[in-house]
């Protein structure tokens, strides 16, 4: 089996490269890098695709046309909607959806395009290993509706929209786009994020300051969950 393992930012990719071993080749194509790997009988590869909803459904698509991978997994960081969630907490993707997708001037809803839908589900499988993993090692998981949008939110005004617009609990900037990449090709995803800020006035300085640290639980419990997949 070939797993995709990607990110958006180096920070979130950085620390599953230290975690798995064997690292062969480094391949560049279509202006990223792609990282063959191994982890214990799975091949890996891993990349990060830079910020974004065209970057990451271009590293998306890639990983599953040019590296035929069997399911694809997100891990990263994201800014916190509902109050439950803490810095440093992790949240699965139960749906995506876009939610700086706007054509309601013609009627249509947030989030909506003809011949698409608002939101994107991602695997149920990987989510029942997520959480067997979570419950295993005694790790607080939520899952919930992650929105992305082409913005980093630093407003409680607009992180409030989304919040009542998608009944979001996460936010970040390129989940659902590797969401729709993965549904059109029929690959199983996962989106795992931990948090880095709360989308608020104080987004900026959390998210310089967490950054790392959040990236890290989200790579971890990633690995983790290499161990349980069959
Ligand atoms: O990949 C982008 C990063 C922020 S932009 C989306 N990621 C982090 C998730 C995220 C997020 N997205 C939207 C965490 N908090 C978020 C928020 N809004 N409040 C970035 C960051 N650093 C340097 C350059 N760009």
New binding site residues.
């Given amino acids: 089996m070939k797993i995709g393992i990607m990110g958006?930012?180096r920070e979130?990719i950085e620390p599953i490269l230290e975690l798995v071993t064997e690292i062969d080749t480094e391949i560049d194509y279509a202006n990223n890098k792609y990282y063959k790997a191994k982890y214990n009988d799975y091949e890996l590869i891993i990349a990060y695709s830079k910020?974004?909803k065209v970057n990451s459904a271009l590293t998306a698509a890639t990983m599953i046309e040019k590296f035929n991978i069997d399911l694809l997994l997100f891990s990263?960081?994201?800014?916190a909607i509902n109050e439950n969630l803490k810095i440093g907490d992790l949240i699965i993707a139960t749906k995506l959806c876009q939610h700086d997708l706007d054509i309601t001037a013609f009627g249509h809803p947030y989030g909506y395009v003809p011949e698409s839908k608002v939101f994107v589900e991602t695997d149920e499988k990987l989510n029942n290993i997520a959480k067997k993993v979570a419950k295993k090692l005694n790790i607080k998981l939520l899952d919930g509706i992650i929105a992305t949008?082409d913005?980093?939110?630093?407003d409680n005004e607009k992180?409030e929209w989304i919040r009542k617009t998608f009944n979001a609990d996460a936010?970040?900037?390129?989940g659902a786009s590797v969401g729709f990449v993965c549904d059109a090709l029929n690959v199983p995803f996962f989106i795992l994020?931990a948090?880095?800020?709360?989308?608020d006035m104080d987004?900026g300085f959390d998210?310089?300051k967490f950054?790392e640290g959040s990236a890290k639980n989200s790579a971890k419990f990633l690995i983790e969950m290499l161990e349980e997949l069959e």
Wanted: aromatic letters at 6%.
């Fill in positions: 958006a930012m979130e910020i974004g990263g960081v994201a800014g949008g913005q980093f939110i630093a992180k936010l970040e900037m390129e994020r948090i880095s800020d709360s989308a987004a998210f310089d950054l």
